[in-house]
């Protein structure tokens, strides 16, 4: 059975590692589920896209499960900025495994990327 559930997936590619970037107070308030995710993705320097350098970013993605623990069906709902990280975020979606053949009233989850650009 396919359950609907949120991700905030933050993306923080920043050459100072400081923190998360600031993510709105209503998506912080939205989230549950964690004890799901059973493999969060594990970005590496190659894996950020080329507009990313001093920025702090977050996208919020919908998707639904699948039996395997997979997301299916990804769909950008909010990104800051704007279009900068979407393929970027919807590729970590995608190497993220959650916990399979589990029946949850979830409705959002949060999973931080955060990855050091390597110096030149």
């Not at 699948?66 to 997301?71: I, L």
């Not at 053949?101 to 979830?106: D, K, N, R």
Request: proline content about 8%; some cysteine; charged content about 25%.
């Amino acid at each position: 059975m396919r359950y609907a559930l949120w991700s905030a997936l933050v993306v923080v590619p920043t050459v100072a590692m400081a923190g998360p970037a600031e993510i709105p107070p209503e998506v912080l308030a939205r989230q549950t589920c964690q004890e799901h995710v059973v493999e969060a993705a594990r970005p590496t320097a190659a894996d950020m896209p080329k507009v990313s350098g001093e920025y702090n970013a977050y996208v919020v993605i919908d998707y639904r499960l699948d039996g395997s623990g997979s997301a299916v069906d990804p769909r950008i709902v909010e990104a800051r900025p704007r279009r900068g990280f979407d393929d970027y975020a919807l590729r970590m979606l995608e190497r993220t495994r959650f916990a399979p053949g589990v029946q949850a009233q979830c409705t959002e989850v949060r999973t931080i990327s955060k990855v050091r650009r390597a110096s030149r």
